[in-house]
């Protein structure tokens, strides 16, 4: 069974830092990995995707790896602001079950 | 623009009043799925459909059950909710063609309340 971890479970920062949050998955058989934030009571929004076969995707400050072998990725915030603050989650296609397994997420706090 | 849309945002009910929500589509994706999610915890998946087919998970109660009447609705229906119930419910989207799968496509999610 799928088991999605990441780490750590909060983390506060002061507003400037560069920053990387840690996600780790047991099973390599996945289609594709997905980080997503989410802000206290609302829904999720897709940061980045990175398919089995890539092994990085940027999209602005964000930067997200995956190395399925040794089932890690990491999402890498640069000059974090404190709009960056929030949820962030993981989240793995499953191979050959159509499924998405999520992490608890990390919450973020960037500090003024 | 293509979206996921769940409606309502918000939703009270009575404990043991059933409650219907709904999830539309206009991605034409094969696959639905329903989160819930409760405070501080990651998404827990319900159940999901691949075309017409019903995918149930082994620990989602009897109580919560799903319908897709056509590719674009799905629909999930609490039919005695109960305390422990009120969560942020989650529909979910994506079109599967092996051996690439597309990024699900999130709806806003609906937030209910029992009392």
């Known amino acids: 069974k799928q088991e999605v971890t990441q780490i750590p479970a909060a983390l506060s920062v002061p507003e400037g830092e560069n920053l990387v949050l840690n996600c780790s998955f047991t099973d390599s058989a996945i289609y594709n990995l997905q980080w997503f934030r989410q802000d206290p009571g609302k829904g999720l929004t897709s940061l980045l995707l990175i398919q089995s076969s890539q092994r990085e995707q940027t999209s602005g400050r964000l930067n997200a790896s995956l190395d399925k072998s040794s089932g890690r990725s990491t999402l890498y915030i640069a000059a974090s602001q404190p709009g960056d603050s929030a949820t962030y989650l993981c989240?793995?296609?499953?191979?050959?079950?159509?499924?998405?397994?999520f992490g608890k997420g990390t919450k973020l706090t960037v500090n003024p | 623009d293509a979206m996921v849309i769940q409606n309502p945002r918000y939703q009270v009910t009575q404990f043991g009043k059933p409650v219907t929500l709904s999830c539309s589509q206009t991605l034409n994706h094969n696959v639905m799925y329903w989160y819930q999610q409760k405070s501080s915890q990651a998404p827990k998946l319900l159940f999901h459909y691949y075309d017409k087919d019903f995918n149930n998970e082994a620990d989602t109660p009897d109580n919560f059950q799903s319908r897709r009447p056509n590719t674009s609705f799905c629909f999930l229906d609490i039919r005695s909710p109960g305390l422990g119930d009120a969560a942020m419910y989650l529909c979910?989207?994506?079109?599967?063609?092996?051996?690439?799968?597309?990024?699900?496509?999130f709806g806003p999610g609906t937030r209910l309340t029992v009392t």
């Open positions: 979910a989207t994506s079109s599967l063609s092996r051996p690439l799968a597309g990024a699900p496509s």
């Open positions: 989240a793995v296609f499953q191979g050959g079950s159509e499924k998405l397994v």
